[in-house]
């Protein structure tokens, strides 16, 4: 491992002969460049016509206007007591009035009255952020589709596609206001969000429309002359009727997009405004099939991002247990990288004020914000550590002759001439790229290469220093992807290849197309130009250094993020502009000047990555192990087997007949996939459908138990929800089976049940699909015979409300219908149903409870707010002793890189065909717009992704456990252990197999009673004094039932599921021993993180019975750890895989019988598999004559006993040998 990555010395010194053999090369191109940038920019990369010169002061001014105009005030206003009365005396002598014919009004007070109301009165001052966006779909379809130049000057004066949003919010109210103003300040949209419970007087619908169309005409001044009104709905609300209005221009279109104007209208008051460019749903799809190949490429290019990442955790690894890192400038490094981002999110407070969730109040939103900025602190910066340890050390085993990462802003660095020239060349390699960026596009316009449109208008910029936030993208971006891609990346397969050329390829290629994503066309248009620019770059990096490489990347991405700034009047953001910009200009300047005359070759020598490893003392790591043939095992006394027989068989009935009455408890699925797909069938031919040559998938879920039952339970109790639930078929099973076809937009999914009776069907046909044009009547008579006949349950029902869409080929009608039979409370039971053309969709039905009752429900106490800080607080003190923890493991080289890594392997063997075995769900997420080879290599990919992280995470998990092990045991070959339960070499370790496995099965059965009777004691606990509604878990047979051979998947996930809880708790004894000195401090630990962990519940009975069975597990823990297992490996294997078996087991016995009878028949033989083993060899010994005691060398101290003191022993004895 030491020799981890090296490079030929003798080439590089070859190429270090004449560091200014290609320097005038370098600046010629950089001067072409430079003018080619300069001259052809705006051409290539045309920026939108905007005009923002309207100052953001004012384009809040004239949304806080429009505020009032619809009824939201936002400034603050207190009545007092004389005009209270004076009001509640107008109120009483209010008379209805003549309808009028003015908008003026705005807000008519009963139907048909238009009258002036102001908005209600309000102590608190609305808060107001604004950002700047616009519209994509509309962006992307005129770019595309007319061209840049059309498409610039439809947005400039026909087509509004830019907009800014100012939202009004007031602390613990739900009700909000968001206003789109125009750059030309004139309104573009509304978004009033009322309560669904909010009492508003009503209107007709014929009036509501009325009221729309003289809203539009009349108050944002956009004439409705040629539009038709193609869609209208009307929606009952508990305390008033809501309408929505949809028009469509019939005189003008653009390639098939159309101008729109939706109106909403909620009460007697405008909730929602929007006039847009309707997009054709077919250039929809036929740009989400373009996009899918940026999204193919971007995923296969985050392979070898996540590959890199891995070998530089590794790396780090290999350096610390090494010393051969270099903790002062990885860690000065770390600091940059992650303050600058930090100090970015502060200055973008507008955005955080933006976010702002109104069911806590403002000071409590911004100082949780804040802290989790603060927490995010100290991962980021260990993570760049890791990153940055791996790159630094690896820059100098393969660029030794290059001046050290430590050295470059030192005082002899800043004086070396081959800092200056690097700091020179980064310059020149900035225009270079800037050059070459404009060229190729230039060029691929010939060939059909497309970009979009950019903004480049300084207004937008909402952050306080928009320079900061250019800064935060320059130093990401370099900082990271030269470390990761240009070091990392480079001297991997300059190790592996032992060819420059090959390794600078693989590192050019994985870096430019990990950027497809970027909307340029074609889709391999940005990876090839980054690729070819990449090249350079490593060249730039092997002749001249890693600081050219970083200087010329954080001087490209800066500039881009501050060239608006440039163009602005103001002196201030042109000052923070240059000053972003030219820091490595000033370092080269100083170091230019330092430089001149100084020609001490042996001082230029000392700064050489060379210098710096010959003064390391760089440990080689050994992997030699004490010599143990046989090993001392102290069995379980004949009482305690006796006792963990007892409470196994105790504890475990009791587990499968206590239950309390939850939701769902008697749901069931009885029915198997084939089942399911064969109901489908049938459904689909009673709907008219026919589905020749379309997919069909499948898969199993759940439902109910959301805040509609919770709403119910609060107000009526267990008993009645639950019968209401089960009478409206509302919880339970339910198989989804969706048919498809790729590239067709017409698909079709239906719902059934557990037993197999229809619950729903879903119909999708695109906007252009023909259909017939049915009168309301013929279409209710269709809604209405299928609600009849397949859905009786639900009767008796009535029409409350019908909407109809005008379709190009058909006309679709939604009708909502109410069975008050089921209403709570205020909570109504509605049904939907929906007529395509002429055919009806099954019936989806819910419950619509109060927006008031839901916003309380959000709503967090101060309780819960110091509650979610102390969780932070207390996850990054874990986090960060677990980082020392690991370090010094690392430092006391006790980790074995072999058996992590083949447990690591042995892990993706087993992760293979369990993913195979999910191949029901692999089109679950595929989108039909999306060609089916995209979607096969992106899922590839990122199966192929999952694989590298599984056996990172796996391999690390495995090392610092063996390390663990090692430091707290150094005497112990742990080894001998696993060979003495599977393959002793001599009778005394076969007495010892023997011993181990009957304890083992009954301590790891024993664990996992105990631990599931302490999970259904707090279920009954909750079930009896909790506030929340109780249901039961259907999620385990529902994962079995989707996949492809439910009993296959005990077979491997159980034995992995053993494994994983002997490395885990092998870590866990490690943390122990390294900050618990004895049991009582554990014990007082976990009583901590028992209560931090659970105070942060809404309910306090919740909160107590949580921490309670937590602390019982923690305490559970200890003792079968300490006491009972020890350090016997099948105890845990045993218990690991019970833990997951057992679970099963009960899921199965209670909803999935008998349908999964199969599957419980195996869960029940793996997990007996411990205990038949123990039998056979018990037979086996008393075949052979009696049991030899157990002998050996002297026992391991017990864990309960290990201290600070003994593992730091341990880990200094490891490091002398």
């Given amino acids: ?125 609305a808060l107001k952020s604004i950002t700047f966006s616009y519209d994509d779909d509309a962006k992307s379809f005129l770019e595309y589709e007319l061209g840049i130049s059309k498409a610039n000057e ?251 990462i430590e050295k470059f802003f030192t005082k002899e660095g800043l004086k070396s001439k081959a800092v200056a020239l690097g700091l020179f060349v980064g310059h020149m390699l900035l225009l270079i790229d800037l050059g070459w960026v404009v060229f190729y596009y230039l060029m691929g316009q010939h060939v059909g290469f497309w970009c979009p449109l950019g903004v480049e208008n300084y207004q937008i910029l909402s952050s306080y220093v928009p320079a900061l936030s250019a800064m935060r993208v320059g130093v990401s971006a370099s900082f990271m992807e030269e470390a990761l891609y240009r070091v990392v990346g480079m001297s991997l397969m300059m190790k592996i290849s032992g060819n420059f050329w090959v390794a600078n390829l693989f590192q050019a290629a994985a870096w430019g197309f990990a950027h497809s994503t970027y909307p340029q066309q074609p889709f391999y248009a940005r990876g090839v130009e980054l690729t070819l620019g990449g090249l350079l770059d490593g060249w730039i990096l092997r002749r001249y250094g890693i600081i050219a490489c970083v200087a010329s990347h954080y001087i490209f991405d800066t500039f881009l993020g501050v060239k608006p700034l440039f163009t602005s009047g103001d002196p201030a953001l042109k000052a923070q502009a240059f000053l972003s910009v030219i820091p490595f200009v000033v370092l080269f300047a100083y170091s230019y000047f330092r430089s001149k005359g100084a020609g001490d070759a042996e001082a230029e020598q000392k700064l050489l990555n060379r210098t710096v490893n010959e003064g390391i003392q760089v440990k080689e790591l050994e992997e030699s192990e004490p010599e143990e043939k046989s090993i001392s095992y102290v069995p379980i006394a004949p009482q305690k087997r006796l006792f963990l027989f007892v409470i196994t068989v105790l504890l475990g009935f009791a587990c499968f007949t206590v239950r309390e009455p939850i939701l769902n408890m008697e749901a069931k699925n009885r029915i198997d996939r084939a089942h399911a797909e064969s109901r489908a069938a049938e459904i689909l031919t009673r709907h008219g459908i026919q589905a020749p040559g379309y997919t069909v998938i499948s898969w199993l879920s759940s439902q109910g138990g959301g805040d509609a039952e919770q709403y119910m339970f609060e107000k009526v109790g267990f008993a009645k929800t639950n019968e209401i639930v089960e009478r409206s078929h509302s919880g339970g099973y339910c198989w989804r089976i969706r048919f498809f076809k790729p590239k067709v937009p017409e698909e079709y999914e239906v719902q059934v049940d557990g037993e197999g009776r229809e619950i729903g069907t879903d119909i999708r046909l695109a906007e252009d699909t023909k259909g017939a044009f049915l009168s309301k009547e013929a279409a209710l008579a269709k809604a209405s015979h299928e609600l009849d006949v397949t859905y009786p349950y639900l009767k008796p029902y009535e029409l409350e409300s019908a909407s109809e869409q005008k379709r190009p080929g058909r006309t679709d009608w939604s009708f909502v219908f109410r069975s008050k039979q089921f209403d709570i409370a205020d909570a109504r039971f509605k049904i939907n149903m929906t007529v395509f053309g002429d055919l009806v969709t099954g019936a989806n039905w819910s419950w619509e409870i109060p927006d008031k009752w839901t916003f309380e429900r959000s709503k967090r106490s101060f309780r819960e707010e110091i509650a979610g800080h102390i969780y932070r607080a207390g996850s990054l003190l874990f986090f960060i002793l677990g980082g020392i923890w690991a370090i010094g493991v690392l430092k006391a080289r006790a980790i074995r890189v072999r058996a992590a890594l083949f447990i690591g392997a042995a892990y993706v063997l087993c992760l293979i065909p369990t993913q195979l075995n999910s191949l029901p769900l692999f089109f679950s997420d595929y989108a039909t717009t999306t060609p089916v080879n995209n979607y096969l290599t992106d899922q590839a990919s990122t199966y192929a992704g999952s694989y590298i992280r599984a056996f990172f995470v796996a391999s690390i998990v495995a090392a610092f456990a063996i390390g663990s092990m090692r430091i707290l045991f150094p005497k112990v070959r742990l080894s001998n252990y696993f060979i003495a339960v599977t393959r002793p070499h001599n009778k005394e370790n076969q007495s010892v197999q023997r011993t181990m496995w009957v304890d083992g099965a009954l301590a790891g059965y024993a664990y996992v009673a105990v631990l599931e009777i302490i999970t259904v004691a707090a279920s009954v606990l909750r079930t009896h004094y909790s506030p929340d509604l109780q249901q039961s878990s259907l999620g385990s047979v529902s994962s079995l039932m989707n996949l492809q051979f439910p009993p296959f998947d005990a077979l491997v996930t159980a034995p992995v599921q053993g494994v994983q809880l002997l490395l885990t708790t092998a870590i866990s004894v490690g943390l122990y021993a390294r900050y618990c000195r004895t049991p009582q401090v554990y014990f007082l630990f976990v009583t901590l993180v028992s209560i931090g962990s659970w105070c942060g519940q809404k309910h306090i009975e919740d909160a107590v019975i949580g921490a309670a069975s937590s602390l019982a597990v923690y305490v559970w823990n200890w003792f079968f750890i300490a006491k009972i297992a020890k350090i016997n490996p099948v105890a845990y294997f045993t218990a690991g895989m019970s833990s997951v078996l057992f679970v099963r087991m009960i899921s199965i016995v209670f909803h999935g019988l008998p349908v999964m009878l199969p599957t419980l028949a195996v869960c029940a033989g793996i997990m007996a598999a411990p205990a038949i083993i123990a039998a056979v060899l018990s037979m086996r010994s008393e075949m052979g004559g009696p049991l030899l005691a157990p002998v050996g060398p002297d026992q391991p101290p017990e864990i309960a006993s290990l201290a600070p003191e003994t593992a730091e022993i341990a880990a200094e004895e490891r490091e002398v040998e």
């Fill in 1 to 125: 491992m030491a020799q981890f990555v090296s490079a030929d010395p003798n080439r590089l010194e070859a190429h270090q002969k004449s560091p200014y053999r290609h320097l005038w090369w370098l600046v010629l191109f950089g001067i072409i460049g430079c003018v080619i940038y300069f001259a052809k920019n705006d051409e290539v990369f045309a920026a939108a016509s905007l005009n923002l010169s309207t100052p953001k002061d004012e384009i809040i001014q004239k949304a806080s206007e429009w505020a009032v105009k619809l009824g939201y005030n936002p400034e603050p206003y207190e009545e007092t007591e004389e005009e209270q009365a004076a009001a509640a005396k107008k109120a009483e002598a209010v008379k209805p009035q003549p309808p009028s014919d003015s908008f003026s009004s705005l807000i008519p007070k009963t139907s048909g009255t238009f009258e002036p109301k102001a908005p209600p009165p309000s102590s608190q001052r």
């Fill in 154 to 404: 439809l947005m400039v004066k026909e087509i509004p596609v830019w907009y800014w949003r100012v939202r009004m919010v007031r602390e613990l109210q739900q009700e909000e206001l968001r206003v789109w103003i125009n750059p030309e300040g004139k309104l573009a949209g509304v978004d009033h969000d009322f309560e669904n419970d909010k009492a508003l007087p009503s209107l007709g619908h014929k009036e509501a429309e009325k009221f729309a169309r003289e809203f539009v005409e009349k108050e944002t001044g956009n004439s409705l002359e040629g539009y038709d009104l193609i869609k209208d709905e009307e929606s009952q609300k508990p305390k008033r009727k809501d309408h929505s209005f949809t028009f469509e221009d019939t005189k003008k279109e653009y390639k098939g997009a159309k101008m729109r104007v939706f109106v909403g209208v909620a009460g007697n008051k405008i909730e929602s405004y929007n006039r847009y460019l309707h997009v054709p749903e077919s250039f929809e799809r036929k740009f989400a099939d373009i996009r899918s190949y940026n999204r193919m490429l971007a995923q296969i290019a985050q392979i070898f991002m996540t590959l890199l990442m891995i070998v530089s955790v590794f790396a780090f690894g290999w350096a610390v247990m090494s010393t051969n890192i270099r903790w002062f400038p990885v860690i000065v490094i770390s600091l940059i990288f992650s303050l600058v981002p930090f100090l970015d999110g502060i200055n973008n407070f507008n955005e955080l004020t933006d976010g702002y969730d109104t069911s806590i109040t403002y000071g409590s939103y911004i100082t949780t914000e804040l802290i989790k900025m603060v927490v995010m602190l100290v991962p980021s910066m260990f993570g760049a550590i890791v990153m940055f340890g791996a790159a630094e050390a690896l820059y100098r085993k393969a660029f030794p002759d290059h001046i050290a």
